[in-house]
């Protein structure tokens, strides 16, 4: 069974720098196809890709956002960090990571989420 | 403004079928890229539903199901329960964007 879980503080302030963990179980980041990936959705808003990175360190950016986002995995302690810097009262929203599975059938869809974590940011 | 258009909202009564509809470009569905289907309970985390040709993880009810014809796609769910009622999500990646790319959501009502 796989689970995710996101952590980091529920509160920043503009232009500081936000740092994510997602703690993973139930696979393997260095299997090979599998990624970690992370979405974010505005309150009331839709879904939006943030980055992904896979189980050989390639790592994906939203092109929107690539100059402000940071991707690493720690796989030994099963976890994948997010870095976003600059932010904005607009990056409010719930983030997720979630897994992408190694599929020969298919490709770059999620098949499990973490259960979320509002970041509100505000002076 | 979404990469993937889905209309902003559908309704149907108990046991209706109702279709929602993702429509892309040639750098995404029409490429040839898959579409999947995400189900967003109130407060709660997206949960796949449908992904590839057609593929229902284990759980998911065969009410559920999805199609692709060109640059579109659509999620049909038959006999409509009032479970269903949610926010539906259509995924793709776009090759132009390198991105994965999400549409802009539907809200399902159950009357």
């Known amino acids: 069974q796989i689970t995710l879980k996101e952590s980091g503080p529920t509160l920043v302030k503009p232009t500081q720098t936000l740092t994510l963990t997602c703690t993973f179980s139930g696979f393997s980041l260095t299997a090979s196809g599998v990624g970690v990936g992370w979405i974010r959705q505005p309150p009331g808003k839709a879904l939006e890709w943030l980055a992904l990175v896979y189980w050989d360190d390639d790592k994906r950016y939203s092109p929107s956002l690539k100059s402000r986002l940071t991707i690493t995995k720690d796989t030994s302690k099963n976890q994948v960090v997010l870095t976003m810097t600059n932010m904005d009262p607009v990056d409010t929203a719930t983030y997720y990571c979630?897994?992408?599975?190694?599929?020969?059938?298919?490709?770059?869809?999620?098949?499990?989420w973490g259960q979320g974590t509002l970041v509100t940011v505000s002076s | 403004q979404s990469v993937l258009t889905q209309p902003p909202s559908v309704s149907g009564a108990p046991g209706q079928r109702v279709t929602i509809s993702c429509t892309g470009s040639?750098?995404?569905?029409?490429?040839?890229?898959?579409v999947h289907w995400y189900q967003q309970l109130p407060g709660t985390a997206p949960k796949l539903l449908i992904y590839g040709h057609n593929h229902r993880p284990s759980g998911v009810p065969d009410r559920f199901s999805g199609s692709k014809s060109g640059t579109s796609a659509s999620l049909a769910i038959a006999g409509l329960q009032a479970e269903d009622d949610a926010d539906y999500y259509c995924q793709s990646y776009d090759s132009s964007l390198s991105s994965w790319v999400f549409g802009g959501g539907t809200k399902l009502t159950v009357l």
């Open positions: 040639s750098s995404n569905i029409g490429a040839g890229y898959d």
């Open positions: 979630a897994h992408e599975p190694y599929d020969i059938l298919t490709t770059y869809y999620f098949d499990s």
